[in-house]
């Protein structure tokens, strides 16, 4: 009793051991777990890389080369770092259509998922800028098409790429850029991550059923640790798969090459968790149109709470919701297979359906479908 009179230990007792828990929490649960997991390994392994990496455009890429031959384990440091990036972004993902499967956004947790889309826009910049670092080819095409869009703001677009640049190209003072944000943000993730843990545990977690479980909770430990543990398991046993045996499956082979400004490759891509979202940019013709979109695709997700229509929850209870929200799930699949595909018919033409369903699905389709349930259960 002594111990939980200590400051330490009385949050880590009242946050992980005696936290009251919903009791028909199911393994959909533990990706927030695992996603801190995720966070923690690429803060660590991205510590100790940083000893070894050089940000300057000539020394940069052969650093690189020197991790993974010459540093002890240097390979699998780098190998965890950067396959940690694509498992990181798994884990959220499921997060978040599991939240939006379960109506997780609604009173009184939607500022707990506006944290969350706060925190999933930091790790898409964090990405990007890590993805420019190796400084192969795709890593500077990337950065210069990328960094390019700014200049589509009206009036002050030009001078913010010279800001951001450091200069009038992707060049030296932009990978040091990069190297400084890219360390400083994982911090700041772990500090928004922290509110968002803060406040989910001020009204507790919710539960499949979408309904208040106030008087059917057990608390933490060790029933959901035990299965958070489970989870983890075989998270790292999918993990290590990629790692030993297809390090670079995820990866670009053009960014195997060192970056050369006087050749552009045939297909400038990004990353492949940024593929839905680059597939929206690049269905609109217009370069500020498509900006405002592909950032509006991030930012109405943050507009879920108040869009909702519904009381209910629970997509259990809701038959058409459910097959509505696959028809969304899929048309996110194909976007990120147009975001990979070469900007020619008839992957133009799909992308557009896509990115207009994408929206309209959020838009129109959430709201109405909560007040058409919401009039025939009144009419009931």
């Known amino acids: 009793m002594r111990l939980l009179k200590r400051p330490i230990l009385s949050i880590v007792n009242n946050h992980l051991i005696d936290?009251?828990?919903?009791?028909?929490?199911?393994?959909?649960?533990?990706?927030?777990?695992?996603?801190?997991?995720?966070?923690?390994?690429?803060?660590?392994?991205?510590?100790?890389?940083?000893?070894?990496?050089?940000?300057?455009?000539?020394?940069?890429?052969?650093?690189?080369?020197?991790?993974?031959?010459?540093?002890?384990?240097?390979?699998?440091?780098?190998?965890?770092?950067?396959?940690?990036?694509?498992?990181?972004?798994?884990?959220?993902?499921?997060?978040?259509?599991?939240?939006?499967?379960?109506?997780?956004?609604?009173?009184?947790?939607?500022?707990?998922?506006?944290?969350?889309?706060?925190?999933?826009?930091?790790?898409?910049?964090?990405?990007?800028?890590?993805?420019?670092?190796?400084?192969?080819?795709?890593?500077?095409?990337?950065?210069?098409?990328?960094?390019?869009?700014?200049?589509?703001?009206?009036?002050?677009?030009?001078?913010?790429?010279?800001?951001?640049?450091?200069?009038?190209?992707?060049?030296?003072?932009?990978?040091?850029?990069?190297?400084?944000?890219?360390?400083?943000?994982?911090?700041?993730i772990t500090a928004a991550s922290l509110i968002h843990l803060a406040v989910l545990h001020q009204d507790g977690s919710g539960n499949p059923l979408g309904i208040d479980s106030n008087v059917d909770k057990i608390s933490m430990f060790p029933y959901f640790i035990y299965k958070d543990l489970l989870g983890l398991l075989v998270f790292i046993i999918f993990f290590s798969l990629f790692i030993y045996f297809s390090p670079n499956a995820l990866g670009h082979p053009d960014n195997y090459i060192e970056a050369n400004p006087m050749v552009t490759p045939a297909h400038i891509v990004p990353e492949w968790y940024f593929l839905p979202f680059y597939a929206i940019l690049r269905s609109i013709p217009h370069k500020l149109g498509g900006v405002v979109a592909m950032i509006s695709a991030i930012l109405v997700l943050a507009l879920l709470p108040w869009i909702h229509g519904t009381e209910i929850r629970s997509s259990r209870?809701?038959?058409?919701?459910?097959?509505?929200?696959?028809?969304?799930?899929?048309?996110?699949?194909?976007?990120?297979?147009?975001?990979?595909?070469?900007?020619?018919?008839?992957?133009?033409?799909?992308?557009?359906?896509?990115?207009?369903?994408?929206?309209?699905?959020?838009?129109?389709?959430?709201?109405?479908?909560g007040k058409i349930e919401k009039f025939l259960l009144e009419f009931e």
């Open 317 to 369: 209870f809701r038959p058409v919701y459910r097959f509505l929200y696959w028809t969304m799930i899929s048309c996110c699949l194909i976007l990120g297979w147009i975001g990979g595909m070469p900007v020619e018919d008839p992957f133009v033409l799909i992308g557009q359906i896509a990115s207009v369903y994408y929206f309209f699905y959020f838009l129109f389709i959430l709201p109405l479908l």
């Open 19 to 188: 936290y009251p828990t919903p009791i028909n929490i199911h393994y959909a649960w533990n990706f927030g777990f695992l996603a801190s997991i995720c966070l923690i390994i690429q803060i660590l392994t991205g510590i100790f890389l940083a000893m070894h990496y050089t940000p300057h455009v000539d020394l940069a890429f052969a650093s690189i080369e020197h991790i993974m031959r010459d540093v002890n384990y240097g390979w699998l440091l780098r190998y965890i770092h950067s396959n940690g990036a694509s498992m990181f972004f798994i884990v959220v993902y499921v997060h978040i259509f599991r939240g939006l499967y379960f109506s997780s956004y609604t009173k009184p947790r939607q500022w707990v998922w506006v944290i969350g889309v706060i925190i999933f826009l930091l790790m898409i910049i964090t990405a990007f800028i890590g993805y420019v670092l190796p400084w192969g080819q795709m890593s500077l095409w990337g950065a210069t098409v990328i960094t390019n869009l700014v200049s589509a703001v009206p009036l002050v677009g030009d001078s913010i790429v010279t800001w951001l640049w450091g200069g009038f190209s992707v060049d030296n003072a932009t990978l040091n850029r990069f190297f400084s944000l890219h360390y400083l943000l994982p911090f700041i």
